[in-house]
């Protein structure tokens, strides 16, 4: 993400496009944890392994966001 927007900050109107998406994106990778999660905010709601296993989700939401900009 950093790297397009150095690459193409002199695209204003494609870099304020850019980060709207990515504003957009960052909210459906929130929801989308909470729709598999929904009740991750209670304590041991889904065990011990609960932390590692949403890293695990957002980790994979991750690389296919930037395979999505590169």
């Not at 950093?2 to 998406?21: S, T, Y």
């Not at 960052?26 to 889904?46: M, S, W």
Request: hydrophobic share 40%; glycine share 4%; with cysteine.
């Amino acid at each position: 993400y950093q790297q397009i927007l150095q690459e193409r900050g002199n695209d204003k109107q494609f870099v304020d496009a850019l980060k709207e998406a990515q504003r957009a994106w960052v909210r459906f990778r929130d929801a989308e944890l909470k729709a598999i999660y929904p009740e991750r905010n209670v304590p041991l709601a889904y065990g011990s392994a609960h932390p590692m296993c949403e890293c695990g989700v957002l980790a994979m939401m991750t690389r296919v966001r930037t395979s999505a900009l590169s």
